[in-house]
């Protein structure tokens, strides 16, 4: 059973930085792409940044380019996935959600939100 957990949600204020990681446990596939997604007060959830195990692609919105930055780590047999968020902004707020499918490219996990197995989200709140 795939199981996805993240954590380092927080408070923060605007300018400041946060690391929020995912783990996968269950999934056994090694060609794959992980990835973040966002969802605000008000809005529906929304690729942020998603990352291919298979050929190293990365994918970013519009709105985080230059600012987070994708990675990802085998550690103790699971898929790691970390997103360093820096100079937060108080859009930024919302519920994080990490998730991950077998065969799928940057664009149609990020854009699609093609994913077969989510996390139940760590909310990242940015205010003053």
């Known amino acids: 059973q795939v199981h996805v957990a993240e954590s380092g949600g927080g408070l923060v204020q605007p300018g400041g930085s946060l690391r929020l990681s995912c783990a996968v446990s269950?999934?056994?596939?090694?060609?794959?792409?992980i990835g973040w997604f966002r969802q605000s007060p008000g809005k529906e959830r929304e690729g942020i940044s998603c990352?291919?195990?298979?050929?190293?692609?990365?994918?970013?919105s519009d709105s985080v380019k230059g600012r987070f930055t994708i990675s990802r780590d085998n550690v103790n047999a699971k898929k790691i996935a970390y997103l360093q968020m820096d100079n937060l902004r108080p859009e930024d707020t919302g519920v994080y959600y990490c998730?991950?499918?077998?065969?799928?490219?940057?664009?149609?996990?990020?854009?699609?939100?093609?994913?077969?197995?989510w996390g139940k989200g760590a909310l990242v709140t940015v205010s003053a």
């Open positions: 269950g999934f056994n596939l090694n060609f794959f792409s």
């Open positions: 990352f291919s195990a298979s050929n190293g692609d990365k994918w970013y």
């Open positions: 998730g991950i499918r077998g065969f799928t490219t940057v664009q149609q996990m990020c854009v699609s939100n093609m994913v077969d197995h």
